[in-house]
């Protein structure tokens, strides 16, 4: 059975980031509580996180923070930047249940990803994740590493989406940081995963970086539509002809 626990926050930790996760972690152990959480999906859930079969899964930045204590209780393996922001949040993670490991597309990635290969290959269960538009963007463009690890572990690369409303969202941050008010609704979806053939090349990989790309922007929309966030758009990502589309097209998908 793969570990529940981890040493996750550095020994030079201040005492401040130290009482600053303690305390985050516990308001929003019980901030995000009050949420009505509709899953879409739920088979994916019980296959891959609360069953035997191993994924790697991916989704978004914006909204990690929820995320991450909504699949803690699974015990998931998740890559947080060696950032001073990322040590927070790998503290926060480690709170909640995760196995954060540190790294990322700038720093440390290739370590991390070694790291999470060898806990799928050693447990051939449970899910090592990350957002795969971190650590700084571009936001809603996907980074080929989970494609890369999914290969050679030859294992499923699950897509995963989240969407709340009502919401705050952080706009000075590049990913639009998504959180929750109390008692909002939270839509989180997954979707039918990837199996990537283990003899695929450069250019398949980016083929399939692209198909993963496009997916968690459908699902995105989708659920963005189905809490009511679409109505933000506007306001949050601009009226640009891309976004504007996307958010014809969910909302064809939902009228009444």
Not at 95 to 103: C, Y
Not at 105 to 113: C, F, I, N, T, V
Not at 159 to 169: E, F, G, K, L, R
Request: glycine fraction near 8%.
């Amino acid at each position: 059975m793969p570990p529940r626990k981890i040493e996750t926050v550095s020994n030079a930790t201040d005492l401040k980031t130290r009482l600053i996760i303690h305390l985050g972690a516990g308001l929003l152990r019980i901030w995000f509580a009050t949420c009505r959480v509709k899953v879409v999906g739920r088979k994916y859930l019980e296959r891959y996180f609360a069953g035997s079969d191993p994924a790697v899964g991916a989704t978004w930045h914006r909204g990690a923070i929820f995320l991450v204590w909504y699949f803690g209780r699974y015990h998931p393996m998740v890559m947080f930047s060696r950032s001073a922001d990322g040590e927070l949040l790998a503290g926060f993670a480690a709170k909640m249940g995760i196995l954060p490991v540190r790294g990322s597309s700038s720093r440390g990635g290739r370590e991390a990803l070694v790291t999470m290969a060898k806990f799928l290959a050693k447990y051939r269960r449970g899910v090592a994740a990350t957002v795969l538009d971190g650590p700084q963007g571009p936001r809603f463009v996907a980074k080929t590493g989970m494609v890369v690890l999914a290969k050679i572990t030859r294992t499923p690369l699950l897509p995963i989406m989240m969407s709340a409303w009502p919401a705050i969202t952080l706009k000075s941050a590049w990913d639009r940081t998504l959180i929750p008010l109390p008692f909002a609704r939270v839509t989180v979806r997954l979707e039918k995963p990837w199996d990537i053939p283990a003899d695929c090349g450069l250019e398949e990989i980016e083929t399939l970086r692209g198909e993963v790309e496009a997916k968690l922007n459908q699902m995105m929309v989708t659920a963005d539509a189905d809490t009511g966030y679409l109505q933000k758009w506007p306001e949050v990502y601009g009226n640009t002809p891309d976004s504007y589309r996307q958010r014809q097209y969910a909302c064809a998908q939902f009228k009444p």
